[in-house]
């Protein structure tokens, strides 16, 4: 079974060592926005103007996928029109995390560990048990910066979601990030995928300006 964009990108979050999350809020929103453009690729659901609908709502036998799906069927269904990217993002998030740790630990490409900081508070961390994937994954990246967009949407589809939440040390810390920034608005501005697949990319990333956007203010204020 094939790792999902939204495990990879709980893959490129993860440190390998400790286990803990980094630009942890960011990329719960890169995760929730993964799972709904896997769930755009294999033509389940479709994102228009900013807004969500479930288009076939048949299971496409990845349990995380599946699982998501019928969440956000349910949630459509109670809605009066079709919702806004940003409501599902905001709602999904944590929880889109929790699934895709899980997912990641059944597939035994991390191990969950319980730990206490400072002796007294536990936490839960997620380090790597299986690091292929994530080389693969790490190495495929580095190419498509390199030699630009390919035939494969779900690629420069990851890209586009690293670059529209901002995750651009994650993928490539060893690049500067304006260098990186600049390199992804060019990649993912091409003739990459069908329209409707780059119309949905677009809606998501500017979904996650304005809900990253809406995080800082809250942290800082």
């Avoid at 889109?96 to 536990?122: H, I, K, N, Y």
């Amino acid at each position: 079974m094939a790792v999902t964009l939204a495990e990879e990108i709980m893959l490129l979050s993860l440190d390998d060592e400790s286990g803990a999350a980094k630009e942890r809020q960011s990329a719960a929103w890169a995760v929730a926005g993964g799972i709904l453009l896997d769930l755009v690729l294999a033509g389940r659901v479709s994102v228009d103007d900013g807004r969500l609908r479930v288009t076939d709502a048949t299971p496409t036998e990845v349990p995380l996928l599946d699982e998501r799906l019928g969440q956000l069927d349910a949630w459509c269904a109670k809605k009066n029109r079709a919702p806004k990217v940003t409501e599902w993002l905001t709602k999904d998030h944590t929880k889109a995390v929790r699934a895709t740790t899980v997912s990641l630990c059944e597939r035994g490409l991390v191990r969950e560990e319980q730990r206490r900081v400072l002796g007294l508070f536990p936490v839960t961390r997620y380090p790597e048990a299986d690091g292929t994937v994530e080389r693969d994954l790490r190495a495929r990246l580095r190419t498509a910066l390199h030699e630009g967009p390919t035939h494969h949407a779900r690629t420069t589809g990851l890209l586009a979601l690293i670059h529209g939440a901002k995750l651009h040390h994650l993928a490539f810390p060893d690049v500067p990030r304006k260098e990186v920034a600049s390199r992804l608005e060019e990649i993912t501005a091409g003739q990459w995928a069908a329209e409707g697949v780059r119309r949905a990319i677009r809606d998501m990333q500017a979904a996650m300006l304005v809900v990253t956007a809406a995080t800082v203010v809250t942290v800082t204020s």
